[in-house]
């Protein structure tokens, strides 16, 4: 298939399918849109405690990456599961420019390290931030109980409606543990809808530039 290195209205790049017409990231701003989603109306309610993280779609690793120089901050101690079936050629890698438009041209190294580090298995980025990246159906996902805060990045419903159903929230529930929080950039009705059958809490929620709502659910 297909892959586009483009750039977003922020300045940061993403990849760009044209045969599935999908960007991995909002074209308003691929850097903007992850923190909106992800950091402002996900991380951040955990309150720097300790959290442990899946990500739907790793993809290009920049909600790892900002999760991590956010946590680096506050001293929050995190462990973070990434899966990925389809993981981002390595030659592409270099074309991300997140460490520059984050303003951390310092953590690169962490960056391209999160990527080149081994699939499958554990790996200290820092003595508080642990990466396990999974090659993995998000279909497989079995988990019980295991994650405080769910960043649910799959491709577009237009694209892949598969991967938005009763089915595969269902097996978010069951990953979550109790109180656990689920954000998405995504806000349409089939997808609030399948996430209340599964047995979520929802709410919309202003979305990031762009896009007028997303969607935050719960687990109670």
Excluded at 2 to 24: A, C, F, H, N, W
Aim: with cysteine; hydrophobic share 40%; charged share 25%.
């Amino acid at each position: 298939m297909k892959r586009e290195i483009i750039y977003t209205q922020d300045g940061s790049v993403t990849i760009y399918l044209p045969e599935m017409k999908e960007t991995y990231h909002s074209k308003f701003g691929a850097v903007q849109e992850a923190y909106h989603v992800f950091i402002k109306n996900g991380l951040a309610l955990t309150k720097g405690q300790p959290v442990s993280i899946l990500e739907i779609g790793f993809g290009t690793g920049l909600n790892a990456f900002i999760t991590y120089l956010e946590t680096k901050k506050a001293g929050q101690q995190v462990y973070y599961e990434g899966i990925e079936a389809y993981p981002v050629p390595m030659d592409e890698v270099p074309l991300l420019n997140y460490a520059g438009q984050t303003g951390a041209e310092d953590e690169k190294e962490v960056f391209n390290l999160m990527h080149y580090t081994d699939w499958d298995r554990e790996t200290a980025i820092s003595d508080k931030f642990i990466l396990k990246k999974r090659k993995l159906l998000f279909q497989d996902i079995k988990e019980h109980n295991k994650y405080d805060l769910i960043y649910f990045d799959a491709f577009g419903y237009h694209a892949q409606p598969e991967l938005w159903d009763t089915v595969i929230f269902k097996a978010m529930h069951t990953a979550l543990k109790t109180n656990g929080i689920l954000v998405t950039y995504a806000c349409r009705t089939v997808i609030k809808k399948a996430m209340q059958e599964a047995g979520l809490t929802v709410e919309k929620l202003p979305g990031p530039l762009g896009k007028r709502e997303m969607l935050r659910a719960v687990k109670l």
